[in-house]
T-cell receptor
């Protein structure tokens, strides 16, 4: 079973508008972390934002915010005021902690295109 | 900080040859991860080390793949013999495992093409 599901292979948004990228996850752990990464066409992986399972407030980092709904097991990324440079692949990831095991499991990604 | 350094950036090799990918993690990070990215399978974790010790190698595809971390500042991923289906981008990433909110820092990746 997939641990991280990103149901939108591709998304389009107009410049300056907000966009939400969906992510659902599956875990039986109480303690876990959720991450979003951006991968532009140049290929590097860029860490954007983190949400801990015990965090009561949604995480925010500049124009990025994470809409965390624990009961629904969703961790959607919201990008406000989209810019052309936001066009990239976006990956949701989850870290489950088991002893010394801290590995990240990634979703398949969503390709975001920002139109001028 | 120079970040996670991977070499080479690109590698083209013939089927059957040995390939060695190299990674230098960020100084002070105690966890190191090797991922493979393909269009079909996305990002797959191959192996990861904590304090230079392999913790989980369940993602290593088969015996042709091996990874070592002889010290805290260096790791290798070796494929011997290489096959065309090994063509992918291989990422190395490092993190400080005790920092809960710290994402991995990825290297720039090695694009491997096996012909």
């Amino acid at each position: 079973a997939q641990k991280i599901t990103q149901t939108q292979p591709g998304m389009f948004v107009q410049e300056k508008e907000a966009v939400t990228l969906d992510c659902t996850y599956d875990t039986s752990d109480q303690s876990y972390g959720l991450f979003w990464y951006k991968q532009p066409s140049s290929g590097e992986m860029i860490f954007l934002i983190y949400q801990g399972s015990y965090d009561e407030q949604n995480a925010t980092e500049g124009r990025y915010s994470l809409n965390f709904q624990k009961a629904r097991k969703s961790a959607n990324l919201v990008i406000s005021a989209s810019q052309l440079g936001d066009s990239a692949m976006y990956f949701c990831a989850m870290r489950e902690s088991h002893g010394s095991n801290y590995k990240l499991t990634f979703g398949k990604g969503t390709l975001l295109t920002v139109n001028p | 900080d120079a970040g996670v350094i991977q070499s080479p950036r690109h590698e083209v090799t013939e089927m059957g040859q040995e390939v060695t990918l190299r990674c230098k993690p960020i100084s002070g990070h105690n966890s190191l991860f090797w991922y493979r990215q393909t269009m079909m399978r996305g990002l797959e974790l191959l192996i990861y080390f904590n304090n230079n010790v392999p913790i989980d190698d369940s993602g290593m595809p088969e015996d042709r793949f091996s990874a070592k971390m002889p010290n805290a500042s260096f790791s290798t991923l070796k494929i011997q013999p290489s096959e065309p289906r090994d063509s992918a981008v291989y990422f190395c990433a490092s993190s400080f495992s005790r920092a809960d909110n710290y994402g991995y820092t990825f290297g720039s990746g090695t694009r491997l093409t096996v012909v």
